[in-house]
Each structure stands twice: as C-alpha cells, then as structure tokens.
T-cell receptor, first 117, second 109 residues
Framework: ETGVTQTPRHLVMGMTNKKSLKCEQHLGHNAMYWYKQSAKKPLELMFVYSLEERVENNSVPSRFSPECPNSSHLFLHLHTLQPEDSALYLC????????????????FGPGTRLTVL | GQNIDQPTEMTATEGAIVQINCTYQTSGFNGLFWYQQHAGEAPTFLSYNVLDGLEEKGRFSSFLSRSKGYSYLLLKELQMKDSASYLCALMDSNYQLIWGAGTKLIIKP
C-alpha cells in the first residue's frame, strides 16, 4: 500500500449505530487530519493531530470522536449521528514539523462516503 | 474574517486554455494551494504559491498576487481527463487550510 488509505470506502448506518472510520498513511508523515466534505461546500477541517497529539478541534460535535494511536493511524469513531452528517469524510497527512505546526502540503486518502439513515 | 471565492462551474474545449480564478480575504497568510479532485476521488496536490508571481509546472501554472488577494490556476492544452473540480485553499496565520468550495471544470470535445 502506498500513500493514504481509508476504510471503509462506503458506509451506511442508522442513527443509533456505532461505527469507526480508519485511515492509514504510508508516507512517514507526522501530521494527520480529518475533513468533512459536503456537496458544493468547502472542505471543513474537523481534527488535526501532530505527532499523535490533537492540535486542533474545530468545534466538532461530540458524536465524532477521533483517535490517533500512532503517527501512521487515525480513527474517527461515530455514534448517534444525524442525517446531516452524511458526507464524504477525508483523511489527509502531511510531513509536519516535529514539535511545530503542520504547515506543508497535505496528501489525501480516497475518503469514506457516509450515509446516515 | 477569512473568505475564499472561486467560480462554481466552468466549461472549456479540449485543446484550449482555461483560467480558474480564486480571490480571498484573510488577516494572515502562509501560502495558497491548488488541488484537483476527480469525482469520487481524493483531492490531489497541484501547486503551492507563497510569493507573488507565476509558478509553471507542465501544462498547469499557478499565479499569486498577495496585494490583490488573488490567485489563478491556468490549464493549457486541455485534455478530457482534466474534467474535475479544482480547489483553492489558503493557509492562514494559524497554519490551517481554509478551503474554497471548488470550481467544477467541464471539458467538451
């Protein structure tokens, strides 16, 4: 595997379900990101991790819970979602700077298309 | 505050040239990115400008004017595979990427 991979690619869930999205980067990067992409809207940054520490949480509802067990893996745990949470969820990574803000080019995974019924 | 504007959709002919504009307002600036995103696929990096001027990379070029809050992506010798959305994003003073909504480019034969 190369680049940034995400699983599953498609997910349909009910509002009472609990599911997790997985992201893995094979680029040796230090920073990882979760974005939400809704139709015809700008990418919305949800979370940023730098060296496994969360450095950004953009007022995301608590029904989204990120986890970064190491610099190569990032999870997004989902529970009691709403239909308006249906979107494409993109993971990205960047080289980042050890101990500093991630300022460089981000490389994206193919995304998980989430549908909440 | 911060704001990014780019056209929602553009149409061009195969073999022609197209310019996709992006204007922005921001209090802090650490560079501007262009990404390409084919339908159902990941955004892929095209270019990064932090200084004024034109950066050329094959058929694609990107221009930046910081004083005018303006950038454009120029695509030459258009091919059908260039049909995609083109996303403009600026890196603000907090090193966060602020994204435009994207320009859907339709290439006609």
């Amino acid at each position: 595997e190369t680049g940034v991979t995400q699983t599953p690619r498609h997910l349909v869930m009910g509002m009472t379900n609990k599911k997790s999205l997985k992201c893995e980067q094979h680029l040796g990067h230090n920073a990882m990101y979760w974005y939400k992409q809704s139709a015809k809207k700008p990418l919305e940054l949800m979370f940023v991790y730098s060296l496994e520490e969360r450095v950004e949480n953009n007022s995301v509802p608590s029904r989204f819970s990120p986890e970064c067990p190491n610099s190569s893996h990032l999870f997004l745990h989902l529970h009691t979602l709403q239909p308006e949470d249906s979107a494409l969820y993109l993971c990205a990574s960047s080289q980042g700077l050890a101990g500093g803000p991630p300022t460089d080019t981000q490389y994206f995974g193919p995304g998980t298309r989430l549908t909440v019924l | 505050g911060q704001n990014i504007d780019q056209p929602t959709e553009m149409t061009a002919t195969e073999g022609a040239i197209v310019q996709i504009n992006c204007t922005y307002q921001t209090s802090g600036f650490n560079g501007l990115f262009w990404y390409q995103q084919h339908a159902g696929e990941a955004p892929t990096f095209l270019s990064y400008n932090v200084l004024d001027g034109l950066e050329e990379k094959g058929r694609f070029s990107s221009f930046l004017s910081r004083s005018k809050g303006y950038s454009y992506l120029l695509l030459k010798e258009l091919q059908m595979k260039d049909s995609a959305s083109y996303l403009c994003a600026l890196m603000d003073s907090n090193y966060q990427l602020i994204w435009g909504a994207g320009t859907k480019l339709i290439i006609k034969p």
